[in-house]
């Protein structure tokens, strides 16, 4: 592969302009189509083959449906209630005004006239009623309600929205993820003290992953996309984009400095680097592709959208990155002595700080890896009682006016007023009579733990499906809800032979509570097969036992303290008003895999740029110490400013508002700071100084069948120095 990369190296940087131009072509291309045919994202979190979602198309299928609900939440001014003369004639007049400016609402209705009203009168809800689902409710329909619902305000009547469609937008690209490239920008600056240097690996990004965003907003109107997937790919195309230049980068100036010219430097560093970074790609991508091993829809095509624009990253890094250095390489190399970023930084001395912590661990190897190994294993505690669920509007921020409504509801009906379950019971030939099998059932129902109520039962059309609805004491994320599920479905059993009745839950809350618990069990499945591809890929690139072994054991620990302090921040609610999070939470239920999947890639990345350049100096010096010195100090820099600049990524998305994209960020970002800095820069020099010649053992029948992968093309470097 290293000399198709050679070779590829040196026909972009010849034929520069045309391949930078190109490119831009074809990013031109894909925008202006995505443009035209606008995105479709889909928002079905569902699993097929579920209980709750086989209930849920019985439903349907019984009672068919094109309707989509807005809820009106009031709150009543002080020492007022909203079933005084003055404020319903206020609200009522408003919601008419609301009905005429809409074809697409076919009703409106009062918290009078639903009798919503809570106890105390001050809290109710009103229901708007669209004929198109709620993703079909457009943008001016939405602005309808916005702008009339500020007549309600002005009259001191708090008016908070919730239902069915979404009025707090997930954005993507705000102000927060800018603040993360900027910092990006800075760490690249100070890394190859020139401001040029430092803004080619960050423009080569964000073209790879503009084409790859494009084309996921192509791929919405055909495949059901959701929109947390362009956000995870966002955050990770962005990512890797950034890294895989500085890697091919800083491999151009090192050949620079030997003297080589920037074409020759330009091929060379393609073949080599570049091998890495395609390598690396493909690592993160197959197990991005691994998500799939759930079967979970959604996320597989999340797993798909990431993977297509890391792809994009791996083809702007060995394409466009090398024209880019073609065109301006003689500005971006390390000769540029008297710029103003050279003198700034001071650069001269003897040893670099790689240099200075290769030798710190290399004194004390046992120390660093025991407080490594402790301090991540301390972290990790809390996994063990992690819980899983999808977020609700009770985790959004205070700013949005989802959060104030459910606040509101919640205040007015207790948390279980937006937990409520659907039992679909269906009749059978050997029901001989529904009725009392019905009344039985409801009372049974009614019998469990942490049931707050129990409605009537409905009939469908065909007389054969009824619905129950039932409500819990406990909100929708808590585990009391979730084992009123398992209660009703065990109760459901013991129905279906007595009455004749089959029993099946849904709604929301079910088919959420589903939708964790089908994660939770596809979580050992995918942790095993990641460890198992991890360990065997590492085995064939060091041809060692021992180095692989390490190199799982580090993932694991990285990835049990990246949990833990997930759990122990979002879900124990320590430092929560620190990293911004409005409320305590269960863990988000895809969280987990998803951070297996990328954590995974990233770690290998590291593992990969660090040891490589080891097992290079071992091959050629046999001495085990000195590989470990010679990787720190020449990896150990490259490495630390890719951790850097991922961390700084992926804080910007933390930042963001959105809990689903917040609770990412935060996640990735401590999980690089514990692999990259810990693990990787910490643990796995200190063990490999205390196992010495040993991390290098292979049996020699095990080394004749392993294939040789030259991933740096070391072997290909030679043969150039040769000619």
Request: hydrophobic share 50%; with cysteine.
């Amino acid at each position: 592969m290293a000399k198709h990369l050679y070779k590829l190296g040196k026909l972009a940087a010849n034929n520069s302009k045309k391949i930078i131009g190109g490119s831009l072509l074809i990013l031109l291309v894909i925008a202006i189509i995505a443009m035209n045919l606008g995105s479709n994202f889909s928002e079905d979190m569902s699993i097929p083959g579920s209980e709750s979602e086989k209930a849920l198309h019985l439903i349907k299928k019984e009672f068919p449906s094109n309707t989509s609900q807005v809820q009106l939440v009031f709150n009543a001014p002080e020492n007022k209630t909203l079933d005084s003369e003055e404020i319903n004639n206020v609200i009522t007049d408003t919601l008419k005004v609301i009905k005429e400016n809409d074809n697409h609402i076919v009703s409106v209705a009062s918290p009078l006239e639903l009798g919503n009203i809570n106890k105390d009168k001050n809290i109710g809800y009103a229901i708007v009623t669209y004929n198109v689902a709620a993703d079909k409710v457009s943008e001016k329909s939405k602005k309808n309600i916005i702008e009339n619902i500020e007549h309600i305000r002005d009259a001191g009547i708090q008016t908070e929205l919730s239902g069915d469609v979404s009025f707090s937008e997930m954005e993507i690209g705000g102000i927060t993820e800018v603040i993360g490239v900027i910092v990006a920008f800075v760490i690249l600056a100070i890394t190859f003290i020139s401001l040029l240097a430092a803004g080619l690996p960050i423009i080569t990004a964000v073209i790879g992953l503009a084409i790859g965003i494009f084309l996921i907003m192509i791929g919405t109107n055909y495949l059901d996309i959701t929109s947390v997937s362009i956000t995870l790919a966002a955050m990770l195309g962005l990512a890797v984009g950034i890294d895989y230049a500085l890697f091919i980068m800083t491999r151009f100036r090192q050949q620079r400095k030997e003297g080589y010219s920037v074409q020759e430097s330009v091929a060379i560093a393609n073949g080599t680097a570049g091998s890495a970074v395609v390598f690396a790609g493909i690592t993160v991508i197959i197990a991005l592709l691994g998500l799939s091993v759930a079967k979970i829809p959604f996320l597989t095509m999340m797993g798909l959208s990431a993977a297509l624009c890391v792809l994009f990253a791996i083809f702007i890094a060995i394409i466009v990155v090398p024209a880019f250095l073609g065109l301006v390489g003689h500005k971006v190399g390390p000769d540029r002595k008297n710029s103003f970023l050279s003198k700034l930084i001071k650069s001269d001395k003897k040893q670099t700080t790689p240099d200075r912590w290769g030798n710190f661990v290399a004194k004390r190897p046992w120390e660093v890896a025991f407080i490594g190994i402790a301090l991540l294993s301390i972290i990790a505690i809390p996994i063990f009682h992690m819980e899983l669920a999808l977020p609700d509007n009770g985790s959004k921020s205070e700013e949005t006016t989802e959060r104030r409504a459910y606040d509101l509801l919640t205040k007015a009906y207790g948390p279980g007023h937006l937990s409520t379950l659907i039992v679909a019971a269906k009749t059978s030939s050997e029901t001989t009579n529904p009725q009392v099998a019905l009344s039985d059932t409801i009372e049974e129902l009614s019998g469990l733990s942490n049931v707050k109520n129990v409605s009537p039962a409905i009939p469908g059309p065909s007389g054969e499906l009824y619905l129950i609805s039932i409500t819990p004491e406990t909100g929708a994320s808590d585990s009391e809800t979730k084992d009123l599920v398992d209660d009703i479905r065990e109760k459901a059993k013991t129905l279906e032979k007595s009455e004749q009745l089959k029993l099946m839950v849904t709604g929301t809350t079910a088919v959420n509570i589903d939708i964790s618990q089908k994660l939770s069990d596809a979580l050992p499945i995918f942790a095993l097969l990641i460890i198992g591809f991890s360990f065997i890929l590492l085995v064939l690139v060091f041809r060692s036992i021992l180095v692989p072994l390490k190199a799982v054991l580090g993932f694991l620990l990285s990835l049990g303290a990246t949990l833990g302090f997930t759990v122990f921040v979002i879900q124990d609610g320590n430092l929560i008003d620190l990293f911004g999070f409005p409320i305590v939470n269960p863990v988000l239920s895809f969280l987990p895999v998803i951070v297996i999947g990328i954590l995974f890639g990233l770690a290998m990345d590291y593992e990969v740029f660090l040891v490589s350049r080891m097992r290079e100096v071992f091959t050629h010096t046999g001495d085990a110490r000195e590989a470990v010195l010679a990787g720190m100090r020449d990896s150990g820099g490259v490495v630390t400013a890719a951790g850097l600049i991922m961390i700084s990524v992926f804080t910007g998305f933390m930042l963001a508002p959105d809990p689903i994209i917040k609770a990412m960020g935060f996640s990735l970002t401590f999980g690089v700071l514990f692999d990259a800095f810990v693990v990787r820069m910490a643990i796995v020099p200190a063990v490999m100084i205390i196992m010495g010649e040993a991390s290098w053992y292979l049996p020699k029948w095990l080394d004749k069948l392993l294939p040789n992968l030259d991933i740096e093309g070391e072997s290909f470097i030679k043969e150039i120095e040769r000619k």
